[in-house]
């Protein structure tokens, strides 16, 4: 088993610096995660903590050690796109099938074997959790999807306009596959933060508003909408902006421009597509993103699901980091002890 940080004390800092590793996966690309182990007791089960779009896995930093306290590993990896991780421009690359290999791929790489993994992923890692537990069905126990939902395999191809129409709240995909956010970005990435960074007691921006603050033409005179996120201290901020003005936004926006091009690859699970094992859902009661009504409409599919809402934003786990971490335990504890064993 690779060197992995040894923790200690849900109260200690993580030392994400040491415990990076590297996996090239068949494809090519250099994955950077992160392999933190509990340092005494049983191992009751390892986790794979997907992070969502504008994130890495630095977002996972106050719900880790609630994780690691109850005896549980964590696989922490920066998704395509972000982080250290390799960031291609093709958008062919970002299809969810291709990345669920990688992620099997990078579990064999961190010398999980023997035991099924749990699969936890918040907004987009949602979406890539849940076509894992599709495509590599005997390698997961359970799924936690955190302010994401469960949107099947689409019965048919769909233009990103059908999928609007169909699914309204996502109108800002259009302003997010467009060519000329990430030139935004470039200047204007800090009204993009305090835009889309936000806690539950906020005022919540709608999505649908986001094009115009970050574009509009006296943004960057709007002293106001430049301060960073209440979420995140001086420290956690610099680490966000030296991380997306060193790998850019063009590459994590493919996730947007990929997902429609998952048809051929998801239309064997048309029939069935149903999702057989333990499924947990945690929304965010003043998320703009996946309000609570959109995730209800799939939970006829979930055959072992449970859904629970915190009172939070969008950004649960950065909130909320560690009643974020208590939720997901307990609910694995309620599935029983040896339940990995069993599924």
């Avoid at 800002?172 to 467009?178: G, I, V």
Wanted: overall charge negative; aromatic content about 12%.
């Amino acid at each position: 088993m690779y060197q992995s940080e040894q923790f200690k004390d849900k109260d200690m800092p993580l030392d994400f610096d040491r415990s990076v590793r590297t996996c090239i996966v068949s494809r090519g690309f250099l994955y950077n995660y992160y392999n933190f182990v509990p340092s005494a007791g049983p191992l009751n089960h390892t986790l794979l903590l997907l992070h969502g779009h504008g994130d890495f896995s630095y977002g996972w930093r106050t719900v880790i050690p609630e994780l690691l306290a109850s005896g549980i590993r964590c696989v922490v990896p920066d998704l395509l796109g972000f982080g250290q991780t390799s960031k291609p421009l093709d958008v062919e690359c970002y299809k969810l099938k291709p990345m669920s290999n990688d992620m099997a791929e990078l579990l064999e790489h961190a010398g999980v074997g023997g035991e099924k993994v749990i699969v936890v992923g918040h907004d987009w890692g949602s979406q890539l959790a849940s076509r894992l537990v599709l495509h590599h069905a005997t390698l997961f126990a359970a799924c936690v999807s955190i302010t994401g939902t469960y949107i099947p395999p689409m019965p048919q191809p769909l233009t990103l306009k059908e999928f609007t129409d169909i699914f309204p709240n996502f109108s800002y995909w259009h302003f997010f596959t467009s060519d000329r956010i990430h030139k935004l970005l470039r200047t204007r990435m800090p009204i993009f933060w305090n835009a889309t960074i936000r806690t539950g007691s906020e005022l919540i921006i709608p999505m649908s508003e986001i094009e115009a603050r970050v574009s509009a033409d006296d943004a960057l005179a709007h002293e106001h909408w430049r301060v960073r996120p209440i979420l995140w201290d001086e420290d956690t901020y610099t680490r966000y902006q030296q991380n997306y003005l060193r790998g850019g936004w063009e590459a994590p926006m493919n996730w947007y421009r990929a997902f429609l091009l998952n048809f051929d690859d998801e239309k064997q699970f048309l029939a069935d597509p149903r999702i057989q094992i333990p499924f947990l859902t945690i929304l965010a009661e003043n998320d703009p993103a996946v309000p609570i009504e959109i995730a209800e409409a799939s939970n006829s599919l979930l055959l072992k699901g449970k859904m629970v809402t915190m009172p939070c934003g969008h950004w649960v786990g950065q909130e909320d980091g560690p009643g974020l971490g208590r939720i997901i335990t307990d609910w694995l504890e309620s599935l029983g002890s040896t339940a990995c064993a069993s599924w």
